[in-house]
């Protein structure tokens, strides 16, 4: 894997956070009534279908440089790489939007998507036996805590519910075990499959326990919009965008450049809600690109260095 990838790969996931950032938005457009559950559940139907029109309609559905010996010996692996990010997607979801509106978008996004990194980190050393280097940790911690500086600099408080934070604590868990089965699958599957797949598999499993948790949905008319838009946009494109970036960075690398999230959540709340941050949120932001900037760096040396290397060698570690 070269440097241009590598870069390709972090320009990918830093447009989908970019999208990203307007999932906690676009969710206090819907009606009061319209349960989070439900938001988080219907979401994913809609993906799903995004994602299977784009593999009906768009050829090259194989993986790229998969024979098909080495596509039979690998739908085992897939199979079950496929569950378990789909089950990682279904909990992040439940577990996201029911969070943030109990400890509120601001702090809860932070602890979601602050913890996200921290959590891949420690399972990608766990999984390979390889911790993420030390520039990764560097950058990562960088970002997390500028993360923490723009939620306190906005209003936000450093305490909420019990509850809420738990919920945003574990979907930060389940959104770094996602990105890291993924990262997995897309290596012996083609992107759009595999993230059809994992989103098919989460909306099966989110839509019953959204149910037993919330009873039967219903909206007005601008709630359905809401998901349409969270569906397609912030989940179908963003998604896909970071799919396919996996094939080019790590997998943790790709959970701590998500925090450009926050970044896009910080702007709109200042040039389109009009909120007047204090100078601490500034800083906060200012740490985070930091930090975004440290773990892009870190990720592109390290592809340098591995083509350096192994000039002939098409494969890549998994280590940040």
Known sequence: MDKHNSLRGAGMVLLAAVIWGTTGTAQTLAPAGFSSYWVGALRLVVATVFFAGWAAFLPGTAAAGTSHGSAEASKKPALLLTLGAGAFMAVFNLAFFAGI????????????????????????????GRMPPAGWWAGTLCAVAGGALMVLGQGGTATAAGTGVALCLLAGLCYAGYALCSKSLVRVASTTWATLGVFGAAALLALPAAFVISGAPSSAPAGWWVVLY???????????????????????TGVTLALGEPVTAFALAVLVVGERPRAIAFLGLALVLAGLAIVVWREVRGAASEETATPASGGRAVAG
């Open 230 to 252: 969270l569906g397609v946009v912030a989940t179908g494109i963003a998604y896909m965008l970071f799919a396919r970036a996996l094939r080019h960075i790590a997998g943790a």
């Open 101 to 128: 509106s109990k400890a509120g978008i601001a702090t809860g996004t932070a602890v979601a998507i602050g913890s996200g990194p921290i959590w891949a980190g420690l399972l990608q050393a766990l999984t390979t």
